[in-house]
């Protein structure tokens, strides 16, 4: 079975590969950095904690509210995390990390998807018998760019011969059969006014990154595809 969650206040109905999304943006984030040679990147929901790992040769990055936390190293743009090759990160977010931490207790498959990889993503879990497409939505209300990924996910694994759909799946690909790749949200919308707009635009490429995070003792470690 195929299910999608909408947002991180939900939790699946069955035990699975869990495929994490937060298009906008720590997602793409987490992607961008493994593709540009990061060690790891950590998740966490505590800023305190993320402070405390400067210490032990982290880069601390994350937001509030969309801005880069004070004191921090890096915000969650995409487009910070060219130059951290080598690096170790610990990123703390709003709404991608709270899913990441949640699933880390269910499920021991987790991978992080975005537009940025999607056609590496389903060639890696295509086989796998049950998929939960986990939405991080948007400060605990749906999120508009998440269900259009799982929406577009949903369109490709469908040829390759997968037809076992929950009904929140069938919503999520007729949403974006019906919407196409138009990042129209309340959540794109306030990062294109706080200006953000490249970000935005960044995260709408497809499958430019052959790499798919995979959660490992509590830390995203990259898996490249051919």
Avoid at 54 to 64: A, L, T
Avoid at 139 to 166: C, I
Avoid at 183 to 198: N, Q, T, V, W
Wanted: proline share 1%; net charge positive; glycine share 8%.
């Amino acid at each position: 079975m195929i299910e999608t969650l909408f947002t991180y206040k939900e939790e699946p109905k069955t035990n699975a590969t869990i495929i994490a999304i937060d298009v906008l943006r720590a997602g793409s984030v987490i992607i961008t950095a493994l593709f540009n040679g990061a060690k790891l990147v950590k998740i966490t929901n505590s800023i305190k904690k993320a402070r405390e790992m400067k210490k032990d040769g982290f880069i601390i990055c994350g937001e509030r509210n969309t801005t880069k936390i004070k004191g921090f190293d890096k915000g969650n743009s995409p487009l910070e995390y060219f130059d951290v090759k080598g690096k170790k990160i610990v990123l703390t977010t709003s709404n991608g990390t709270k899913v990441v931490e949640k699933a880390s207790k269910i499920s021991s498959k987790i991978l992080i998807g975005s537009f940025l990889n999607l056609d590496f993503l389903i060639d890696y879990v295509k086989n796998d018998e049950n998929i939960v497409l986990w939405c991080a939505g948007n400060n605990g209300n749906v999120s508009f760019e998440d269900t259009l990924f799982a929406g577009a996910f949903l369109e490709k694994l469908k040829k390759e011969n997968r037809n076992d759909l929950s009904d929140s799946s069938i919503i999520s690909l007729n949403f974006w059969k019906q919407t196409g790749l138009k990042f129209e949200g309340e959540h794109a919308k306030k990062l294109i006014s706080m200006g953000f707009k490249d970000d935005v635009e960044f995260c709408k490429r497809i499958s430019v990154y052959n790499v798919i995070p995979v959660y490992l003792n509590g830390a995203f470690y990259e898996v490249r595809t051919c």
